[in-house]
């Protein structure tokens, strides 16, 4: 099994793109990163959710002041969800040639349309195609963008050779610093992600693309899927069920996603996606999935489940008591020879009972081996730390009396080190 | 508050038409229908589901054979879910008194109906209404039944002034268990319920009411709602989302029932419900709600939620782990004054973490109290009960290893006695 992520960086190796991504992405998506890229890949977080201009400004500031790329090195930009193949890398090749040769501030990835879809946004090229002698790449002058246009205006932009646009773009790294310091100009990276909110909650399409005086667009012509949408995304699936769920007779096109325990019965729907998962459960016309985060964020609470560096959790409960108390429990997972950090906290004891696989307990400096069934109680101000040997899940309880605040935070931890390897 | 079965039993009483109610139903409610109507109420469990005609022959060799009624004495067999008024209790009165005066074998409720629905059977009289001067009773020969027909077809039955079936059926007991005995003839209520199995999976309308030789019904014109189905209960609700869930602009006539911890969010749908429990997740399109039953039931694992004389627990958690050992975790909780009862186990450890409330807990005959935060360890022989103060909620990881089995199960429970006024 290869993730999205490990296919696209897999393929961008294979085309002898280059060795040397960097990845912006949201800080919670850190560790799930580094599990599955291993610890040699750069990362730059933005510090909160905002839009993709900033998180291109940013990443551009990484490359920039942080790994002291020059401004005339050439900068893909290119999502992480396409399903595609070798070709896209080509053509991601001759972007930067275009680029290199200076045939325009930015340069586009145009995917050849295979219908008149309403769910992409369109560049409308100049009608002559280009040629580039010495490089021997063919591309158009950008005449205008469509955003998301109807199925009857998409037909018409056909005829014109409009491409669908893939969110891949080449410029040089000064290009886009000139534009990040139209919103301030920091001494460092640092001073920049300290100061992201300065940013303009925009699109890079809108910040950027549609704004830029000199585009060009080289085309794509092969498989191209879009798995950045429920709508897209269940295209691509071999089955209409995953998971513990069943779709009754009465239900059309309909795919459910399950990753709960819970099990789901749909029926009589059509057209529609369930997804649910520790998160949340979205139920959803395929058509409307495009619209769903300003609605979804609010609902958002604690992260339900998170893979980290160690391994993941899962939070099975999470209640608060008359009395005043609050108590949270969680399933948590570390893989072989992953340990979580000597820690303590100051407003909660924990409770662990061992329920699978073996591993090595450290409480307040004493070491001793754990295997299922065991039960450590870990109260408050006690330093505390695991190793798995073998895969080890514990179930946790922590739990924060009325006396102690009531209130469980995940900034209520003080780490420090242990060293396993000398006093293990 | 007051649950349905709650009001319904109210009414019954207000009415004066009884004290004397015997309910029929699955094992599995037991305990939650003591917590809503006490301990003096009369209860007969089916050992497993069948259908209505054996569950009715069942409280029919109960009122027979375990209260002794006679013969002669008038049953009334009633639904507990109709959501309706005052008046419904009085048509059962007059149902009454036509199984008393012998106007006909079986006496049926027929529902004036207020459109032609598809969602109802119906029942279509002969055209003179029949008045029994003694009684001042109005009521119809049957002429046939028919099962939830077309609107069309419905439109033809209100003409004919056809009712609809409310489920509301009276009798003599010996006409009832004259047919029981068809089946076999059995010397206790003990040995009917030991042979459940031997009466057919049918409905009491095909096996008793559609081959009846003398039918009879009485109108009952009034407000009357079936909160059966999810198709007609959403009906009633005041409110689209109940629960932690959002509605999106795009859905018409969607409801959502969410009894989840986490989210959810449903778009784009139309004339759909979204139930979601502990037991499992529905997502359906109302008017096929009532279609369910044979897909959801083989869904159906161990109970998610139950409530229980001494309060209610939710499964959070039911892992079996690669080493071949098996968790489960339960969040419990205790009504205040209630306990569960002195018990062991075999195969199993447990831990209890104290989340919230006051207690006494037994171990192996010591008794102590326990507070928010303790944690008790109970390995497996080990006896143990526990008893809430105030409200008392604990955190429960049940542990099975490879060693002990693998395998969690409900039976594995020893019981006895523990004096808790004498000793504690």
């Known amino acids: 099994m290869e993730s999205m992520l490990q296919r696209v960086v897999r393929q961008a190796a294979e085309a002898g793109l280059t060795q040397n991504i960097t990845l912006a ?3 919670s998506q850190l ?29 551009a500031s990484y490359l920039s002041m942080k ?102 773009f080449a410029f040089r790294l000064g290009y886009m610093m000139d534009i990040v310091r139209r919103y301030f100009c920091a001494e460092s990276f640092e001073e920049t992600r300290a100061r992201y909110d300065e940013f303009p909650k925009i ?62 019965f749909v029926d009589g729907l059509k057209d529609v996606v369930v997804a649910a998962c520790p ?6 016309a395929k058509k409307e999935t495009e619209n769903i985060k300003a609605y979804v964020e609010p609902l958002a609470t604690r992260p339900m489940y998170e893979e980290r560096r160690w391994g993941n959790y899962r939070v099975l409960d999470d209640t608060r008591y008359p009395d005043g108390s609050h108590s949270l429990t969680k399933s948590i997972t570390l893989m072989p020879g992953k340990h979580i950090s000597y820690q303590r906290h100051h407003c909660r004891t924990e409770v662990w009972t061992i329920v ?17 069934g065991d039960v450590v109680s870990i109260p408050q101000e006690t330093w505390h730390a695991i190793r798995a040997n073998t895969q080890l899940t514990f179930i946790e309880v922590q739990f924060c009396s009325h ?22």
């Not at 209409?240 to 996603?257: L, R, Y």
């Not at 073996?358 to 307040?364: H, I, K, Q, R, S």
Request: glycine share 8%.
């Open 356 to 372: 699978g696989g073996e591993g090595v307990l450290v409480l307040n400096g004493q070491v001793r081996s754990v295997h299922p």
């Open 403 to 424: 006396e102690q605040g009531g209130q469980l935070t995940e900034e209520d931890i003080e780490r420090t080190e242990w060293d396993w390897n000398g006093r293990s």
């Open 203 to 264: 699109s890079f399409d809108y910040e950027v693309a549609e704004k830029a005086q000199s585009v060009a667009v080289v085309p794509f012509v092969g498989e191209w899927k879009d798995l950045g949408t429920w709508n897209t995304l269940t295209d691509e699936l071999s089955q209409h069920a995953i998971g513990n769920a069943v779709i009754g007779p009465k239900c059309e096109n309909t795919h459910v996603i399950n990753e709960l325990q819970h099990p789901i």
């Open 279 to 284: 998160d949340g459960i979205l139920v959803c």
């Open 31 to 59: 560790d799930i990163i580094t599990n599955q890229l291993g610890e040699k890949v750069s990362i730059v977080t933005e510090p909160v959710r905002r839009n993709t201009f900033p998180a291109i400004a940013l990443a």
């Open 25 to 27: 992405t949201n800080a």
């Open 67 to 168: 790994k002291h790329c020059s401004d005339d090195e050439v900068v893909v930009i290119m999502p992480c969800d396409p399903y595609t193949e070798a070709e896209y890398f080509h053509v991601i090749g001759r972007m930067v040639r275009c680029v290199e040769a200076r045939v325009a501030d930015l340069v586009l990835m145009g995917i050849t349309p295979t219908y008149p879809s309403a769910k992409y946004g369109y560049v409308v090229p100049r009608p002559n195609v280009q040629h580039m002698e010495t490089q021997a790449v063919d591309y158009y002058d950008v005449a205008r963008f469509t955003e998301k246009p109807t199925v009857a205006v998409a037909e018409e932009l056909l005829k014109e050779n409009a491409f669908w646009n893939g969110g891949v």
